[in-house]
């Protein structure tokens, strides 16, 4: 432990984790601690038994849902976009050779009172229940505008500056109604509130592309998710610290930073000794008093036996409702894995519904999409804080992450990571290098 590092990461959450990997890879020597004993941190991945005692059930009896270690349920599960961010960091860092994945079956929004698939295509825009003839030749006429729409290509703007014109503006060119412009900045824009339709258009079109392109990848749905469940993610980046000369460490209790004369983080202690540093990575829970409270999340893990209904019988997808559907300021979002992606036993199947809380009671806030699940054999409700830093790190090297949103995408995720990257380093994030990389993750995953 007596040693010096470039950094040292505190938390091994997937933010962490990525975080490390990127320094690893730029030449960086990385300690990575945590003080719990598993990998993970507030989005670990647990067996049966340790999930019901996780939640306060430790005496509930299990043997009808099949062997524990057959389960590896995330606390917080989220899918991964096929041409987004993330897949492009685990490229990045080489941590994919770790690691397999699997397509995720189904992407639905929710709208009046029913359950429809996102069209993903431009024949399944005007077969899909979701608008009326007219609506899906406006919409399709808005989709073609944005495919072909290149920023530095001023032939394919048809006269709009995007960087000027707003979403509203847009929506109205294209006579689009408000149950269109829902599921097109909820449930493909992946938007969590309608703050964006007030804000530049451009935006709004790249999210649109980024979601169709990742469509485009492996056709039936923009998802992708870790057999095994997320828990496979930061034992990938152990190993890959391994190859660079990093170095783990579990069950290390955090004693606190060491400053240097420059008023910049010197060393992190632990156990009586001082590991030296230049930078402190860290999740929120290991440094309070930067972060500050900015709402809370609300997210109910269930067990099924059955894929949930109005999904065409699928083993894995996503149900975003938007939250004008059910008079909110935040969207509730549905996510559901199975035993496909070896993540439950035989025949069973784990769902998520989390939304941001807005009242007293945030279990009954979930209600609009626990009723989309059918019968539930099991539910475990949690309510976490959601923490943000109070400050970006540059002035004393100390840098920390957000909590995870109730989102069940990365795409925020990401957002947070890459701006913690680029404060570390003091320039962007060149993802120039990627792009020859990208048919080698899509050789790595199934159907």
């Known amino acids: 432990m007596d040693e010096e590092y470039d950094a040292i990461i505190l938390g091994t959450g997937l933010k962490e984790c990525v975080l490390s990997g990127l320094l690893s890879v730029s030449g960086k020597r990385v300690l990575h601690m945590d003080r719990n004993g598993y990998y993970g941190g507030a989005c670990a991945s647990m067996y049966l038994e340790q999930l019901f005692e996780h939640f306060g059930k430790k005496d509930c009896d299990v043997s009808g849902y099949g062997k524990s270690r057959n389960w590896n349920v995330d606390l917080i599960p989220k899918f991964l976009m096929a041409d987004g961010v993330l897949v492009k960091l685990l490229i990045y860092t080489g941590v994919t050779r770790y690691l397999e994945f699997k397509q995720v079956d189904g992407s639905y929004v929710y709208k009046a009172g029913k359950v429809h698939k996102v069209p993903g295509t431009e024949a399944e825009a005007l077969s899909s229940s979701l608008m009326g003839f007219f609506e899906k030749k406006r919409f399709r006429n808005l989709l073609q505008f944005a495919f072909k729409y290149e920023e530095d290509q001023p032939s394919t703007h048809e006269g709009l500056d995007l960087t000027k014109v707003h979403m509203q503006q847009l929506y109205e060119k294209y006579s689009l109604d408000t149950n269109v412009r829902d599921f097109v900045g909820h449930a493909i824009a992946l938007y969590r509130d309608d703050n964006y339709i007030t804000e530049p258009a451009l935006a709004t079109i790249n999210r649109m592309k980024l979601y169709f392109n990742s469509i485009a990848k492996y056709q039936k749905s923009p998802y992708l998710y870790p057999l095994y469940g997320l828990g496979e993610l930061p034992q990938g980046f152990a190993r890959l610290s391994a190859i660079y000369g990093g170095t783990y460490m579990l069950n290390k209790p955090f004693e606190g930073v060491t400053m240097g004369e420059d008023g910049c983080v010197s060393g992190v202690t632990s156990e009586g000794e001082t590991a030296k540093c230049k930078i402190v990575v860290a999740d929120p829970s290991y440094f309070p008093e930067r972060c500050t409270k900015a709402g809370q999340v609300v997210r109910a893990i269930c067990l099924l036996q059955s894929p949930v209904p109005n999904t065409n019988n699928n083993q894995s997808s996503q149900i975003i409702i938007p939250q004008n559907q059910v008079g909110r300021k935040r969207d509730i979002y549905v996510l559901c894995v199975s035993f496909a992606h070896n993540v439950s ?80 380093t003091g320039e962007p994030f060149d993802f120039s290098a990627l792009d020859k990389k990208l048919e080698e993750f899509k050789n790595l995953t199934e159907g």
């Open 345 to 424: 036993a035989k025949d069973w199947y784990v769902a998520l519904v989390s939304t941001t809380v807005e009242t007293a009671n945030p279990e009954a806030e979930l209600e609009p999409g626990l009723r989309l699940l059918g019968p539930i054999s099991e539910k475990f409700v949690s309510v976490s804080d959601l923490y943000v830093p109070t400050g970006d790190g540059k002035k004393d090297n100390i840098f920390v992450s957000a909590s995870f949103d109730a989102t069940t995408h990365f795409e925020t995720t990401c957002e947070d990571i890459i701006k913690i990257y680029e404060n570390i």
